[in-house]
């Protein structure tokens, strides 16, 4: 594989995209930094395929990412691969207002050929090349000017294995018949609405403090007020105020401003200064949440009681097993509250539909329903149908 130097200017960078819009995939990862602000600073983009790969400098002067956003975004013959990719495409939409288009993602495609839940990539490499990264430059300041050499071969390392592992990983998903199982999670992570920072919809990410219209609406107000005030200071938003002092103000408001210094997570200045005061405005605008932005009532069913939970207890045993038996993560499957919805009642799951339901929702309901219990076999715990059960028995009588 040819790895070539920091790409600092646009010319090379190009040439580099149309070499790489030849192959059939490309690698891609970053480096940047976010600790400090609300827009990740990019620092770095590695990128390659089984032939070359490359690190380009985003900050250096004059350089134009243009060719490098169209090959990632408006080239849709190209698959697109990641690890863990959240980020890496979060920024890519901060840059262009689009993601890239097809994407995969291996840590997601190990979900369905391991049970590894989520895999990191040094571990992945491990277990694939038998090889062991350097973490050492992983938490330097990548920001900084000039990088070195250490830096560099560890960030185009991040691309170059990758390039080696992805082609494995997809002819295991070939082999195995399990591609399908990918779609909705790679199309989830593509999807730009998971990137877009709109305000109004900013307090979707807060945990609802129940089901009061007046509550969500303050809610609402509050979350949307503070996206403005750390996008506009370029802060995480936490700097401003934690999710859970958001949702303490919106549950209970103060009436005047010096009572935010009774709010846990509060300093003192609150009670006089300009933050504050605005604060306070927005609360005093804040309206009731309407009916059409009422949060969906959650798939709960009957109360579980102490039978039902003991259902559900039996419904992740077999998740267990399952997930044993066919080499796969639990957690691509299905998750413990609707488990917990299948075992009070709830029929309308996603467990229940598709191929979640061919390989372990049509025994989880037959568990519910009576008709599939638990068995030990040469010391290992296994499913069985009563049926089965029953006719085996009735065999070992008549033999008797």
């Known amino acids: 594989m040819k790895i070539h130097e920091l790409i600092t200017t646009t010319e090379p960078l190009a040439e580099l995209c149309e070499r790489l819009a030849k192959h059939e995939f490309v690698c891609v990862d970053t480096e940047f930094m976010r600790e400090n602000t609300y827009w990740p600073e990019l620092c770095l983009v590695q990128i390659g395929n089984e032939e070359e790969a490359a690190a380009i400098d985003p900050l250096a002067d004059g350089i134009d990412l243009t060719p490098l956003w169209d090959l990632l975004c408006e080239n849709e013959d190209i698959l697109k691969v990641f690890h863990a990719g959240g980020q890496d495409v979060e920024i890519v939409y901060n840059f262009t207002g689009k993601t890239p288009q097809p994407i995969f993602d291996t840590q997601i495609a190990m979900m369905a050929i391991s049970q590894s839940e989520q895999i990191g990539y040094a571990n992945l490499v491990e277990s694939w090349l038998g090889l062991t990264i350097d973490k050492g430059a992983r938490f330097t300041d990548w920001s900084r000017r000039p990088l070195t050499d250490r830096q560099i071969e560890y960030a185009i390392g991040d691309v170059t294995h990758l390039a080696t592992i992805f082609p494995r990983i997809l002819k295991k998903l070939i082999k195995t018949g399990r591609g399908a199982w990918l779609d909705a999670e790679m199309d989830r992570l593509a999807d730009p609405a998971n990137y877009a920072n709109d305000a109004d919809i900013a307090w979707h990410r807060i945990r609802s403090p129940g089901r009061n219209a007046q509550v969500l609406g303050r809610l609402k107000a509050l979350a949307a007020w503070r996206e403005s005030e750390a996008q506009h200071k370029n802060i995480p938003r ?20 010096p009572d935010l210094t009774k709010v846990r997570g509060l300093s003192n200045a609150w009670k006089d200064n300009d933050i504050g005061k605005r604060l306070m405005k927005v609360l005093d605008k804040a309206e009731p949440l309407s009916k059409e932005e009422m949060p969906e009532k959650p798939k709960r069913g009957a109360p579980l009681g102490k039978e039902g939970a003991l259902v559900a207890d039996l419904l992740k045993l077999l998740l267990k097993i399952r997930a044993r038996e066919i080499d796969v993560a639990s957690r691509l499957l299905t998750k413990a509250d609707e488990m917990e919805a299948l075992a009070a009642g709830v029929r309308d799951l996603k467990i229940l539909d598709g191929w979640r339901y061919e390989v372990f929702g049509k025994d989880a309901l037959e568990l519910v329903e009576g008709r599939l219990a638990f068995a030990v076999k040469d010391g290992r715990l296994l499913m069985t149908h009563i049926d089965d059960l029953h006719a085996g028995m009735v065999e070992t009588q008549a033999a008797e």
Not at 238 to 257: F, V, W, Y
């Open 238 to 257: 936490g700097r401003i105020m934690r999710d859970e002092t958001l949702a303490d103000i919106a549950s209970h408001p103060p009436n005047k401003q």
